[in-house]
């Protein structure tokens, strides 16, 4: 299985930035695909940007150029991170990471989608 930590979030005020951190570690094969979620209360969860293993970057309209995805790949571990620069209230949310790909387990490759816990992230007027 494929496990995924965040961390980073926090309480900062309108106009400041925090970068998130994603940890993904397990028996990865290979990642296709992994990208950050947000979920406000009374809200559907929604994407917020993501990141291929072909390197192309997707952001959703609210964040574009404000938010910066990136990925960097260590010996067992993958780090997911995303810059917030000039955060808003309308930004505050618990921040998912998502990860999907493949794994191995007993000599056999199985595909995998995982979430992290999430991480709350509060922008103060």
């Known amino acids: 299985q494929v496990q995924l930590v965040e961390s980073g979030g926090g309480l900062v005020q309108a106009g400041g930035s925090l970068r998130l951190s994603c940890a993904a570690s397990?028996?990865?094969?290979?990642?296709?695909?992994m990208g950050w979620y947000r979920q406000a209360p009374g809200k559907q969860r929604e994407l917020v940007a993501t990141?291929?293993?072909?390197?192309?970057?997707?952001?959703a309209d609210s964040v574009k150029g404000r938010f910066t995805i990136s990925r960097d790949n260590a010996k067992n571990t993958v780090y997911l991170y995303l810059q917030m620069n000039s955060l808003k209230p309308d930004d505050t949310a618990v921040y998912y990471c998502?990860?999907?790909?493949?794994?191995?387990?007993?000599?056999?490759?199985?595909?995998?989608?995982?979430w992290g816990r999430g991480t709350q992230v509060t922008v103060s007027a």
């Open positions: 998502n990860a999907e790909g493949d794994y191995v387990r007993d000599y056999r490759t199985n595909t995998f989608n995982s």
């Open positions: 990141s291929t293993s072909g390197g192309s970057t997707n952001y």
């Open positions: 397990g028996s990865i094969a290979r990642i296709n695909a």
